[in-house]
Nanobody, 126 residues
């Protein structure tokens, strides 16, 4: 089993930056694709960014392209999401997820992710 724990969320103002971290334990996730999702109140969970297990491929939801960057440190079993130029619409609970097929893709449909964290709240004020 893999446990994922997110951290780094908080309350910031529009235009500010945050860096989220997702620490994995239980087994190495170096061969797993990783992703960040978010869920705002009253909305469905949505894909934000994904990264292939080698780290060479990334994929972003359109509204975060150019503002968010996903990265990973396989030696530390950790994935990051650097969020710049934050907007109130970015307010949500952010979740880390892992996909264990070993595929080289950076994106998978939501049901294909095998492990999920508990989430970290990000609130952006206007």
């Amino acid at each position: 089993q893999v446990q994922l724990v997110e951290s780094g969320g908080g309350l910031v103002k529009g235009g500010d930056s945050l860096r989220l971290s997702c620490a994995a334990s239980g087994r190495t996730v170096s061969k797993y694709a990783m992703a960040w999702f978010r869920q705002a109140p009253g909305k469905e969970r949505e894909f934000v960014a994904g990264i292939s297990w080698r780290g060479g491929r990334t994929y972003y939801e359109d509204s975060v392209k150019g503002r968010f960057t996903i990265s990973r440190d396989n030696a530390k079993n950790t994935v990051f999401l650097q969020m710049n130029s934050l907007k109130p619409d970015d307010t949500a609970v952010y979740y880390c997820a892992a996909e264990a097929s070993g595929s080289s893709s950076a994106y998978f449909p939501t049901p294909e992710y095998d492990y999920w964290g508990q989430g970290t709240q990000v609130t952006v004020s206007s």
